[in-house]
């Protein structure tokens, strides 16, 4: 697995601290980008909560997630969480150590009171005694939240730095663009009071035994969820149900719990549900597809995504590679990153009027946008949602396993024509046969054999996609061709008017 060191530098610990006025929550953020560009310590919200100790403990629950690994527990993980301001909200964000679980806070406008929610994305401090802090917190007494320094710690000079230094494993921020994917193609499926929401989480298992990690359908029945052992029509896949655990933190706050999947295999209607049919074993059992689980609370959405096995993390779904693997989608996404505002909501159908593209197009845009974290995806509203993750823009594409050994291939020359649908690749000593049907690619790999596309085309049958779009190896001057590209679409926009003052 590639790792690298990301360095998050504090101004000084976060801290929860009382004042004659209540308490103050003091969350302080490391380098980020905001509407005016990069800034060491941005300031994103300074005001008070509306309902104090359910936020504390929704944060507590995204914390939890950031600092655990529900696979191969003997390594702790310890990232801070994502914090996004997107004028009416904030967004906190976490993935799991193990990065099959994905935990996203929404604290709404209702959550929020008196003070405007500025634009970035950076990552706060969320330490072992603020974390102590937060847990210990009781009653509705009058608690200040601020995002970013006050202005003692803006015009201080030459203080004292609060640095951690974490190792940052590429398929963390390849999980943002797999969980966004996936996201994507879910639908509601499910909606429970909160006395029968609460009931049915207590009832699943628990502990790491077969029976608590062995994939596991639900299906609505009545005001609740039953347990079946098959997808059946409206069944939702809850693989590890113990990694459900960090949504204990609110249930007694909850008002409700939505649930959103694909279609099931065996299901009909819906978005998602061709792929999960089509990723069926060679023995057709049950197929494990990703879920996501929202607790609604006062003036917030805590919601956890999970990916279809415990051991299996989102960074090698492979839903982004067709996105990445054409040139096509990344002029559109140099073009469609410039209209971004940091909504909290993006229409595609109003991205694609201003940039002139079709949606199709622009859908495709702001999934390769996904995978450089700059957007993000909204069950509870369907739609997408702009944010800035504080990494390198090609990070995750560069370090792409698949993508990376396509691109050799191609730029090897290894896939020839055949006739028809028909295409050979060379790999080493062996030939491939990769053949088209309907759109859809299939090899004779043992990748395709093991998840018949469940987890995006093998290496051969995009390399083959990557010829018959006409799509080149990578150039080594990827970073400065693109900052050029993106560069040279501002200028051309401000010229025609379309937009005005500076990189937005």
Known sequence: MTRSVQAFAYARPSALESSQAGRLLGLETAGGLTPAGAASHPRFFSGFLTSPQIAAHALLAVADVAAARYYQRLRPASLDPVVTGNGDRLRFESFSGCNGVYARLDVLREGLDGADTGHGTTNVDVNTPLREALSRLTGDDPLHLRVGPDELAVTTVGGSVVEKKVPLPDRWLRGFAEAQVACAGFDLRAELPAADAVRFLRSLPRGTG?????????????????????????AVCLAGPDRLVALQRVLRHATALRVYGPVAAGGTGGTGGARG????????????????????????RL?????????????GEGGVLEALATDEAAQDAELVSVLLVWEPRIDP????????????RVRAALTRLGTAGRVGYDVAEAAYFHRELPYDADRAERHNPRLVAARELVASGAVEAAAGDLAVVVSGERRYQVRESDGRLSCTCRWWADHRGGRGPCKHALAVRMVRRGAAAEPEGLTRTRAETRTRTVADMRAAGTIDGGVR
Not at 216 to 224: F, H, K
Not at 278 to 293: D, H, I, L, N
């Open 349 to 360: 159908a109003d991205l694609a009027a201003q940039a002139g593209l079709s949606v199709e």
């Open 210 to 234: 077969a029976g608590a990690r062995a994939p596991m359908w639900v299906v609505p029945a009545g005001r609740t969820l039953r347990p079946t052992t098959r997808p059946v029509p409206g």
């Open 277 to 300: 049919a089509a990723a069926a074993r060679g023995g057709g059992g049950p197929v494990a597809t990703a879920s996501a689980w929202e607790v609604v609370l006062p003036g917030m």
């Open 303 to 315: 919601t956890l995504t999970l990916s279809p096995d415990p051991s299996r993390g989102f960074s």
